[in-house]
Every structure is written in structure tokens, then in C-alpha cells.
């Protein structure tokens, strides 16, 4: 698998990753933000990431999600949420 900016993958290491990176790489498909510390994530990220098809968040320390973040990302097939701290209330149904 070819990891780049100019690739349809990308992999992010340990750090703090800005919703304004989602810019330049529109087109993933894939996408592993695991073990990031990551606590929330953009309201709109399905929007902006609507190509992706996998996105790993794996690890992390998510407390909630929302529908609305991934609203947009119709390709979405494979969501790894497992290894934080989210609480579910209701129906979680984004599809």
C-alpha cells in the first residue's frame, strides 16, 4: 500500500491532526487515526472525507458520537471505533 498526500491512503502518527488537513487529502479512501488521543471529531467529516471508505479510530479517547459527523460519507464501510470510552444512548443510525 503507497501512503502520501497523492495517494488514495493515509496514515497519521501520534499528534494533533487539523480539520483544515482534511483539505489536501479529500480523496482518501482510507484513513488510520488510531492511537491519537483523539476526544472529538468534526461535526462534518463525512463531508469532508466523503471518498473514504475505511476510517480506523481505534484506541483513541472518544467519549460520544454523533450521526451528524459522518453524514456525507455514503462509502463508509468500515468504522473502528473499538478501544475508547463511548457512551451510547439511543439509536446510533447514520446510514
Known amino acids: 500500500m503507497e501512503f502520501g498526500l497523492h495517494s488514495p491512503y493515509f496514515a497519521v502518527g501520534a499528534g494533533t491532526l487539523e480539520v483544515d488537513a482534511f483539505r489536501l487529502v479529500a480523496d482518501l479512501q482510507y484513513l ?37 459527523t459522518f453524514a456525507g460519507a455514503d462509502r463508509l464501510t468500515v468504522l473502528d471505533v473499538s478501544h475508547n470510552h463511548i457512551q451510547v444512548s439511543g439509536c446510533l443510525t447514520w446510514w
Open 32 to 68: 488510520d487515526l488510531s492511537r491519537n488521543l483523539i476526544s472529538r471529531l468534526p461535526r462534518d467529516l463525512g463531508i469532508r472525507l466523503s471518498r473514504l471508505q475505511t476510517l480506523n479510530l481505534s484506541a483513541n479517547t472518544l467519549t460520544e458520537l454523533s450521526a451528524h
